[in-house]
């Protein structure tokens, strides 16, 4: 009897089952590599950039969204010419961070190596870009994943790489990509690739706005949004079923805090979860430094492994810090956002969000990096008090939590704080916002 799958966050569908049919050294790789069934998100795309559609991806953190592009870039390339030449460019997939663009490459390596004469190049900034260019002058570069600046930077010095039988572009974290700070390099990129290509923009945050998506080049992009199921939200009528952006099995919670106790409440989060894995966002860089100076000096965090990880640090000193911390099954990697989107980093129990994000979106790709794929996780956000949304709420609610307790006890409480926004007229404000995303 045809067996199923143990794991919700997974479908019934075998990758083996997707129509047109993926080619036979993929799926060896896909089953050498532990894969057997298709995400929700997997069954939907794969198929669809395979038969050659443009597609635009909204799927929730840690849902499978890189395997649901990199499978077919492969099959595209495979089918277009499995041997081209050195310098004749067939794919190329931009992501917004050197570590995502890494993550991206060898989690394609597996599958990549079924070519066997497509030579791919992993394109980042950090590293001496003459270093690059010698590299792709003697051996080539069919396949190039990257971040936007050196993959500008490179097609704007080398003459000898040929895009004009480019079959995909990839955007992956689509919305950050097209809506801010890579504008000029982006456009500079997708100026010089064919118009008859594939494009697929993929995100958990995507947005829908006409002008970026023709910024990507789109060509009549079929929509696909992949959902969690949320639990049923209380007030709301029953029997509706509820979706939701962020994953299933994460729990959100938040923490009233004065702003001259939020150091204290830091240290006594990490202490009194000393057995997760947790990942603690500031707002910049200078606040990661003076904190991964100021933690491991505490006696109470003395035989904590504490990490520190930041876009100004130096890229083998990035690299170095989030390999240790990937390695590590308890410890604490404080970052900035640079590590918010996209990282895949196993055994994620716990957010903390210390200072609020900048973008508002930013907070579904913070939390997103634990409750992945169908496993559960928390996370916290620090609120101050003045956020009047909040302090309204709490009134309404008549929820009050004891000063310095995290809100273990109230579950769904971002869910109501949701609900009752929407019934009370509040200023709007950011809290406001981030919690309009959940
Ligand atoms: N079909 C599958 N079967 C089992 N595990 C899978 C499958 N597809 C992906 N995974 C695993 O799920 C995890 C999350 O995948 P991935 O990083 O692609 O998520 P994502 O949707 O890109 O997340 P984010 O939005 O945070 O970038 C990875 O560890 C990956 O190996």
Known sequence: MASTNQNKALTNTRFSDLEPRLAEPVLEALTNSGFEF?????????????????????????SGKTLAFVLPVVEIIRRSSSNPKPHKVMGIIISPTRELSSQIFHVAQPFISTLANVRPMLLVGGLEVKADIKKIEEEGANLLIGTPGRLYDI??????????????????????????????????????????????????????????LSKAGLRNPVRVEVRAEAKQLSGSASGNSTSSKTPSGLHIEYLECEADKKSSQLVHLITKNKSKKIIVYFMT?????????????????????????????????????????????????????????????????????????????????RVGRTARLGRQGSAVVFLLPKEEAYVEFLRIKDV???????????????????????HISLSPCFVVQILSFL
């Open 285 to 365: 860089c200078a606040c990661v430094d003076y904190w991964g100076t100021i933690l491991p000096r505490l006696s109470c965090l003395k035989s904590f492994s504490l990490i520190s990880l930041h876009g100004r640090m130096k890229q083998s000193a990035r690299e170095k810090a989030l390999a240790s911390f990937t390695a590590l099954s308890t410890g604490v990697l404080l970052c900035t956002d640079v590590a918010a989107r996209g990282l895949d980093i196993a055994g994620v129990d716990y957010i903390i969000q210390y200072d609020l994000p900048q973008d508002d979106k930013m907070f579904i790709h």
């Open 155 to 212: 097609m704007e010095r080398m003459d000898i790489l040929d895009f004009r039988d480019l079959e995909i572009l990839i955007l992956d974290e689509a919305d950050r990509l097209l809506g801010m700070g890579f504008e000029k390099q982006l456009n500079s990129i997708i100026c010089r690739l064919p118009k008859l290509r594939r494009t697929g923009l993929f995100s958990a945050t995507q947005t829908e706005a006409v002008e970026e």
């Open 38 to 62: 298709c995400t929700p998100v997997q069954a939907a795309t794969i198929p669809l950039l395979c038969s050659y559609k443009d597609v635009t991806v909204d799927a929730a953190t840690g």
């Open 400 to 422: 009050f939590l004891e000063e310095g307790e995290c809100a273990s006890d109230a579950p769904d409480i971002i869910d109501e704080v949701r609900i009752k926004l929407c």
